[in-house]
């Protein structure tokens, strides 16, 4: 992302791309007025890469994401809309032939566009601490024999994804009791998805630099606590 909002995500607020400002919005709010698994889906729209459509190569190369894909599927639509008037407290959402407008009380409409969709599916990602989602496709002009391997090499894969993957509950439980001091959750519901996943990135890597440490005094060897790996550039900030 070109502008650096790192700041703002730390104090929790709003962010201002070119005048349109995107609210802070709490993991409690969340969860008790839409729904964590419903919020996730919601997203959907801002996620989405060509690399999820199932389409050939050279239909891939033709089309643009948001003015043949999402402006086109009612439900991607409706997601987006829903998080576009929560993140930026808008009064209507409206789609015009290939534009999105958001519409304020007292300003200007904010005009989305295939030029700008993208900076703004980067701001919803990084306030949700979320990424693009990965596809990995297959290697072309495979054998039967090689498709079947591949298959069953990503189905394994996939468990092994699935069975290490880290719940929220798993990083609120860290962040709660994992430092020197419990953190209660009242407080952290009142932060932003982005503020809990930073707390509980700080909560173990400061607890591998202290583990490092009480290895180091005894091998005599500081690799493992020096330059890269030492507690301040843990906790720096960094996507």
Same mark, same amino acid.
């Given at each position: 992302?070109?502008?650096?909002?790192?700041?703002?995500?730390?104090?929790?607020?709003?962010? @201002?791309?070119?005048? /349109?400002? %995107?609210?802070?919005?709490?993991?409690?709010? *969340?969860?008790?007025?839409?729904?964590? +698994? $419903?919020?996730?889906?919601?997203?959907?729209?801002?996620?989405?890469?060509?690399?999820?459509?199932?389409?050939?190569?050279?239909?891939?190369?033709?089309?643009?994401?948001?003015?043949?894909?999402?402006?086109?599927?009612?439900?991607?639509?409706?997601?987006?809309?829903?998080?576009?008037?929560?993140?930026?407290?808008?009064?209507?959402?409206?789609?015009?032939? @290939?534009?999105?407008? /958001?519409? %304020?009380?007292?300003?200007?409409?904010?005009? *989305?566009?295939?030029?700008?969709?993208? +900076? $703004?599916?980067?701001?919803?990602?990084?306030?949700?601490?979320?990424?693009?989602?990965?596809?990995?496709?297959?290697?072309?002009?495979?054998?039967?024999?090689?498709?079947?391997?591949?298959?069953?090499?990503?189905?394994?894969?996939?468990?092994?994804?699935?069975?290490?993957?880290?719940?929220?509950?798993?990083?609120?439980?860290?962040?709660?009791?994992?430092?020197?001091?419990?953190?209660?959750?009242?407080?952290?519901?009142?932060?932003?998805?982005?503020?809990?996943?930073?707390?509980?990135?700080?909560?173990?890597?400061?607890?591998?630099?202290?583990?490092?440490?009480?290895?180091?005094?005894?091998?005599?060897?500081?690799?493992?606590?020096?330059?890269?790996?030492?507690?301040?550039?843990?906790?720096?900030?960094?996507?």
């Amino acid at each position: 992302m070109a502008d650096d909002y790192n700041l703002q995500l730390i104090r929790q607020r709003p962010i @201002n791309y070119n005048g /349109l400002l %995107f609210y802070p919005i709490s993991f409690g709010y *969340i969860c008790d007025n839409i729904g964590l +698994d $419903i919020f996730d889906n919601l997203l959907l729209p801002f996620l989405i890469t060509k690399d999820c459509l199932k389409m050939t190569d050279d239909e891939l190369e033709n089309i643009n994401l948001f003015d043949d894909v999402i402006l086109n599927d009612q439900g991607m639509l409706s997601s987006l809309a829903f998080i576009l008037q929560l993140f930026c407290q808008t009064e209507e959402v409206t789609k015009l032939d @290939n534009q999105i407008f /958001l519409k %304020f009380k007292d300003k200007e409409p904010f005009v *989305i566009t295939r030029d700008n969709y993208e +900076d $703004i599916c980067q701001i919803i990602m990084k306030m949700n601490g979320k990424d693009k989602i990965k596809v990995e496709k297959p290697p072309k002009n495979m054998s039967e024999r090689q498709r079947d391997v591949w298959e069953k090499l990503q189905s394994g894969r996939k468990r092994e994804n699935e069975k290490n993957t880290i719940h929220i509950y798993d990083m609120l439980n860290v962040c709660e009791f994992g430092g020197h001091y419990r953190i209660p959750i009242e407080e952290i519901e009142n932060w932003t998805l982005w503020k809990i996943m930073n707390c509980y990135k700080a909560r173990v890597n400061m607890k591998t630099y202290d583990d490092s440490l009480k290895i180091c005094l005894v091998s005599g060897d500081g690799k493992s606590i020096s330059d890269k790996n030492h507690w301040h550039h843990k906790l720096m900030v960094r996507d």
